[in-house]
């Protein structure tokens, strides 16, 4: 009798049991099938836009070989620029690996940085060349040919085909490659190839190869020598030990190496040619600040004088945090900042240590026994270019850098206007407007952007 | 009779576990904390105490938003007839009659650089954590690179987010809060320091599986990292 029952018992509870596994397990699949499908929505959704983007810049391409004025080149020139970068975005949120769709994402960048910088080119009153015509041409083949894949593979996509069943998962269980990625894969090695993209902008391939001008005729110095040279750098931050960990092989080679100190290790890297230290970064810890930005600055144009052998580094910006001041030196020659040849200082605000240096800048665009060019305008002249609405408080000469690794000398002007601070800059040579930049001003000190 | 009716009462019991263990999957619960600019420990700390004083919040005022916070504040939601998410927003702001401060003191400018350098250390921290220092600064140098580059998307959360470019945002390491030694490094980062000299890639060697990245030339190696100019 008690057995009967106790195996009536044990039944149900296993009955129930069992139910409350599978209401789980249900509740589980259910949801895990919803994140599916929107996951697959968002991934069709780039793919579709991406396919009507690139068709668009195709037929604005094609516009703008027959526009026959200024103002319908400069239009149709926005668009191109809008939507390249829009559809640049759009095939970035696709699963797809990157050696997949790299060359797709230079493509069409370059197209948008491209004809923006042709834009700037007609606001400047100049006109379109035939070098320039025959590269908006060439862009357009292989805009054509891409846009030409993209619909192929969209005809897949009408027969319920998913992109997300199309994806391989490797062994890590990172899902890339498979048919999906294989179409754009293909996409690119059929593409019609087009000539190096030179001109004014970001994504110019100008800015591929790297000069190094100040240490470009220097003799290569040995590793024990340039260890000689930091412990002269950084003498008086209690240096225990040099360290030679190697060598870096990029475009510009270094020698590295770690630095024993009190406080805290450094890691200092320093040319192989002319051994100048091009950067050097701490990450000791800082205890309560007992210096104020000012001291800050005067200490690190002291290091750089009397260290680094930088005879004219002023402080042009200084920017607070972790109790860290990170000061940005450039040379000032006949009154002019040179932002050309930046160096970057960090000054512990607790001991005044140096604990950073960053002067690639400098290492890049260091030109020796610079001389300021005589301005084609006066100051009153330039500051006439200068919105009457800005309240100017401060006018200096500088040198500034633009895309493409351009240098423009310049008149700096410190203004405000209602609430916020701005640096205008006026070409000296021009009078053309060279930019605007606005002055945050946060808690932690005064930051351009 | 009486063993019957435990059967009975036990069964319901597990499956009324089961059924709400089924719907809690699928409620949606906003995260809670303070709303967008309110999210400062000053302020977490004001709405703690406010709440000690009305009796909903029992432990330290220590202005970390956890768990006995996120109950406080809902009961007081519930108790206001406000939705009760634990999110302090505008509505239970007034409601508990404090006055807050946003955080950004910049007027209306969006504080873009704010948020880029917090998504910058969350990289950091989920993708280098174990890593030297400089490795760290590294990690966040190759996403700024990756911004500048031509083959890459243009924005800092698009580099980061590109499907499959980085294994810890794959696997959610990245929502974990960042150390103050990531923090740090993303500063840097975002100040210039490259110890890579415009590297675009690293990978762990011990670790990696994608072959291609094995054939690019190693610039240079910091920890567990080798740092790879480009393809």
């Given at each position: 009798m008690k ?14 049991l069992?139910l409350a596994?599978a209401l789980v397990?249900?509740a589980?699949i259910?949801?895990?099938a919803d994140t599916q499908r929107a ?6 959704k780039s793919?579709y836009d991406?396919?009507?983007n690139?068709?668009?810049i195709d037929?604005?391409l094609?516009k703008l070989?027959?526009?026959g004025s200024a103002e319908?080149?400069k239009?149709?020139m926005?668009d ?5 970068h829009?559809a ?9 690996k990157h050696?997949?769709m790299?060359e797709t994402v230079r493509f069409l960048?370059q197209t948008?940085d491209?004809t ?9 009153g ?6 320039d015509?025959?590269r908006?041409e060439?862009l357009r ?7 030409a894949?993209l ?6 996509l009408?027969g319920g085909?998913?992109?997300s069943?199309h994806i ?7 899902i890339g490659?498979g048919?999906?990625?294989d179409g754009f ?11 190096k993209m ?9 800015l ?7 240490v470009?005729n220097a003799?290569e110095?040995p590793?024990?020598?340039a ?9 008086g ?8 960990l190697?060598?870096a092989?990029g475009?510009m080679n270094?020698?590295?190496?770690e630095v024993t100190?009190?406080k805290?290790?450094?890691y200092?890297q320093?040319?192989?040619?002319g051994?100048?230290?091009v950067m ?7 205890g309560?600040s ?5 001291e ?7 290091f750089?004088f ?9 402080g042009v910006?200084?920017?607070?945090f972790g ?15 040179v932002y050309?040849?930046l160096?970057?200082v960090?000054v512990?605000?607790?001991?005044g240590?140096i604990?950073?240096?960053?002067a690639?800048a400098?290492?890049?665009?260091h030109?020796e026994?610079?001389k300021i060019?005589a301005?084609a305008?006066?100051?009153?002249e330039?500051?006439?270019k200068v919105?009457?609405?800005?309240d100017v408080?401060?006018i ?5 850098p ?8 310049a008149?700096?002007f410190?203004?405000?206007?209602k ?6 800059y006026?070409?000296?040579e021009?009078g053309a407007e060279?930019?605007?930049l ?8 005064n930051?351009?952007? | 009779m009486m ?7 036990t069964?319901?019991i597990?499956i009324?576990a089961a ?5 809690s999957?699928s409620?949606r619960?906003a995260d809670?904390?303070?709303?967008g ?9 004001i709405?703690q105490?406010?709440?000690?004083d009305l ?9 970390i938003f ?10 007081f ?8 998410d ?15 401060n946003?955080?950004s003191?910049s ?5 873009l650089s704010?948020?880029?350098l917090?998504?910058l ?7 280098a954590?174990g890593?030297?220092?400089?490795g ?11 911004v500048?580059?031509s083959?890459?998307?243009?924005t800092?959360s698009g ?6 470019a980085f294994?810890?945002?794959a696997?959610g390491?990245?929502n974990?809060?960042?150390g103050d030694?990531a923090k740090?490094?993303a500063?840097?980062?975002?100040n210039g320091?490259d110890p890579?000299?415009?590297c675009l ?5 011990a670790t990696?599986?994608s ?17 790879c100019l480009s393809d």
């Amino acid at each position: 009798m008690k057995t009967k029952r106790m195996t009536y018992r044990s039944a149900v509870l296993f009955a129930a049991l069992a139910l409350a596994a599978a209401l789980v397990a249900a509740a589980f699949i259910v949801k895990a099938a919803d994140t599916q499908r929107a996951l697959e929505n968002a991934y069709q959704k780039s793919f579709y836009d991406l396919t009507a983007n690139v068709g668009n810049i195709d037929v604005k391409l094609t516009k703008l070989m027959a526009a026959g004025s200024a103002e319908t080149e400069k239009n149709v020139m926005d668009d191109i620029c809008r939507q390249s970068h829009l559809a640049a975005d759009n095939i970035s949120q696709l699963p797809l690996k990157h050696e997949e769709m790299s060359e797709t994402v230079r493509f069409l960048n370059q197209t948008g940085d491209y004809t923006h910088s042709l834009c700037k080119k007609l606001n400047a009153g100049q006109t379109l060349n035939d070098e320039d015509r025959q590269r908006i041409e060439d862009l357009r083949a292989r805009c054509g040919a891409a846009g030409a894949e993209l619909t192929r593979m969209a005809e897949r996509l009408q027969g319920g085909w998913r992109i997300s069943e199309h994806i391989d998962r490797d062994q890590a269980g990172r899902i890339g490659g498979g048919e999906f990625g294989d179409g754009f894969s293909d996409m690119q090695k059929q593409s019609v190839d087009y000539p190096k993209m030179i001109y004014d902008g970001p994504f110019s391939d100008a800015l591929e190869k790297k000069t190094y001008k100040a240490v470009e005729n220097a003799p290569e110095i040995p590793q024990e020598q340039a260890a000689d040279k930091i412990r002269h750098i950084l003498g008086g931050m209690g240096v225990t030990d040099v360290k030679f960990l190697g060598n870096a092989n990029g475009d510009m080679n270094t020698h590295e190496f770690e630095v024993t100190a009190d406080k805290g290790n450094y890691y200092v890297q320093m040319t192989v040619k002319g051994a100048f230290p091009v950067m050097i970064q701490s990450n000791r810890p800082v205890g309560a600040s007992k210096i104020d930005a000012e001291e800050a600055i005067r200490l690190a144009e002291k290091f750089a004088f009397e260290k680094l052998d930088l005879r004219n580094m002023r402080g042009v910006w200084v920017n607070l945090f972790g109790g860290t001041a990170c000061i940005n030196l450039a040379p000032e020659i006949d009154g002019a900042a040179v932002y050309t040849e930046l160096v970057k200082v960090k000054v512990a605000l607790d001991d005044g240590q140096i604990t950073g240096v960053e002067a690639r800048a400098y290492v890049r665009g260091h030109v020796e026994g610079r001389k300021i060019p005589a301005a084609a305008l006066t100051e009153g002249e330039a500051l006439k270019k200068v919105s009457n609405k800005l309240d100017v408080s401060h006018i200096r000469k500088a040198i500034i850098p633009k895309d493409g690794g351009r240098e423009v000398f310049a008149y700096e002007f410190w203004a405000s206007y209602k609430d916020f601070d701005y640096i205008v800059y006026i070409n000296a040579e021009t009078g053309a407007e060279e930019d605007i930049l606005r002055v945050i001003d946060k808690n932690q000190g005064n930051m351009i952007i | 009779m009486m063993r019957k009716k435990f059967l009975y009462v036990t069964v319901f019991i597990l499956i009324a576990a089961a059924v709400l263990g089924g719907m809690s999957l699928s409620a949606r619960t906003a995260d809670a904390g303070m709303a967008g600019t309110y999210n400062t420990k000053e302020n977490v700390k004001i709405v703690q105490k406010k709440l000690k004083d009305l009796g909903y919040y029992k432990t330290a005022v220590d202005g970390i938003f956890g768990s006995g916070t996120t109950a406080a504040v809902k009961n007081f939601q519930k108790t206001k007839g406000l939705t009760a998410d634990g999110v302090v927003g505008a509505k239970t702001i007034a409601a508990l009659g404090v006055k807050l401060n946003a955080a950004s003191a910049s007027a209306g400018a969006g504080n873009l650089s704010n948020a880029d350098l917090n998504l910058l250390a969350k990289a950091i921290h989920a993708e280098a954590r174990g890593e030297p220092y400089t490795g760290q600064v590294a990690v966040g140098a190759v996403i700024l690179n990756r911004v500048k580059s031509s083959k890459f998307p243009n924005t800092i959360s698009g580099v980061i987010y590109q499907p499959y470019a980085f294994t810890a945002v794959a696997d959610g390491q990245i929502n974990l809060t960042p150390g103050d030694s990531a923090k740090k490094a993303a500063q840097d980062a975002l100040n210039g320091w490259d110890p890579t000299n415009g590297c675009l890639y690293y990978y762990n060697p011990a670790t990696a599986t994608s072959k291609w990245i094995f054939g690019l030339t190693v610039t240079l190696k910091i920890g567990r990292h080798n740092f790879c100019l480009s393809d």
